[in-house]
């Protein structure tokens, strides 16, 4: 990457080992809506033009508030949406060319810890067949084999001794164990990519901190990928490399984790931060600037910046007018706002 200033064609992020593990080029999620069920009624525009690259082994997160488009995302990287244009390229297979059997393996390949562990996990079945589950519908058809996985993934996740914790149902275990069982279940099948969408955001604040620790070891120990969802900046700090910031289905900052936080660009992660939680009490009292209105429907988003009308720093005839593209600020710092743009300024 270049550490000029400028602008910059889209979000993306590359060591110089090869091809990206993942790519998401210019994708491009929108749902049709009908009118009373006949005839087309427009779209909503979930996610519109996002672009980044995640090495192998390496952490990013997507942050935003609700309905800025980051579970559609997630959900199309899982494979359970498919791009309505451009693509995600997956240890170099496309999603929009993967069909079956294809799919299958490509899911696979993915982990996935989800947001409430009560309700992930099916409240009739023991602890060990959740997690054979997975193997045997890929194939995994030796017992033994399949004792010695499990053994091995829930002893990492420190759920111990196991021999007590397999015959047991999710209703008997702690919020915090079910979680564990959760990432246990997502890490089952080796996956090259965990996705773990709002992993702590259910859990006690006496145990957010603990799962956020246990996901950087086993991202380290098996050099996985991991995206990590959440609309918390408070809790990023634990073990992503690079964040990137979503509003109204689009990327709107891209940097690395301490230089995102120490020193925000755009004006709506600047009102994350504020609006993120504070362990200090004697900032609890403190009345925040945050900015006004609502997220835009995504049926209709606002024209140019879609932030231009929440915007405290709004130029008219310019940020309501124009798109504005990814200006690079400094060395991996992109921000989509025309604050950035010299000639704007001039």
């Given at each position: ?241 690079y964040i990137f910031v979503m509003y109204a289905g689009e990327i709107v900052e891209f940097a690395r984790m301490e230089d995102l936080l120490n020193n925000p660009k755009h004006p709506y992660t600047h009102a994350l931060l504020e609006a993120s939680s504070d362990p200090n009490a004697d ?26 009308p929440r915007c405290p720093h709004f130029m008219e005839g310019l940020c309501n007018v124009k798109v504005p593209p990814q200006f690079v600020v400094e060395e991996h710092h992109r921000v989509a706002c025309w604050l950035y743009d010299d000639s704007a300024k001039g």
């Amino acid at each position: 990457m270049s550490n000029d200033k400028g602008k910059a064609n889209g979000t993306t992020h590359t060591n110089g080992n090869g091809l990206p593990l993942l790519r998401i080029d210019d994708l491009h999620v929108w749902y049709e809506l009908k009118r009373f069920g006949f005839g087309h009624a427009g779209y909503v525009r979930a996610v519109d033009g996002v672009r980044f690259d995640l090495q192998q082994g390496e952490a990013i997160a997507c942050v935003g508030e609700s309905g800025c488009g980051k579970s559609s995302l997630m959900k199309t990287i899982l494979g359970l949406n498919m791009p309505t244009s451009g693509d995600v390229i997956f240890d170099d297979t496309p999603l929009s060319e993967t069909r079956g059997e294809d799919l299958r393996q490509y899911r696979s390949k993915i982990g996935y810890v989800q947001q409430d562990p009560f309700g992930a996990l099916p409240p009739f079945m023991t602890i060990e067949r959740i997690l054979e589950e997975p193997l045997i519908i890929n194939g995994m058809t030796d017992k033994e084999q399949r004792r010695v996985r499990i053994t091995k993934i829930l002893e990492e996740v420190k759920l111990t001794p196991v021999n007590e914790v397999l015959p047991k149902y999710p209703h008997m275990l702690s919020g915090g164990q079910q979680q564990r069982v959760v990432i246990a279940r997502a890490m089952v099948m080796e996956p090259k990519l965990l996705v773990a969408d709002e992993p702590v955001s259910m859990l006690d604040a006496s145990v957010r901190v603990e799962i956020l620790r246990l996901l950087r070891k086993l991202q380290e120990s098996h050099n996985l990928a991991v995206i990590y969802i959440t609309h918390d900046l408070s809790t990023v700090r634990y073990f992503s490399e690079y964040i990137f910031v979503m509003y109204a289905g689009e990327i709107v900052e891209f940097a690395r984790m301490e230089d995102l936080l120490n020193n925000p660009k755009h004006p709506y992660t600047h009102a994350l931060l504020e609006a993120s939680s504070d362990p200090n009490a004697d900032n609890a009292l403190v009345m925040r600037e945050i900015p006004k209105g609502e997220p835009p429907s995504l049926v209709n988003p606002p024209p140019a910046c879609r932030f231009h009308p929440r915007c405290p720093h709004f130029m008219e005839g310019l940020c309501n007018v124009k798109v504005p593209p990814q200006f690079v600020v400094e060395e991996h710092h992109r921000v989509a706002c025309w604050l950035y743009d010299d000639s704007a300024k001039g």
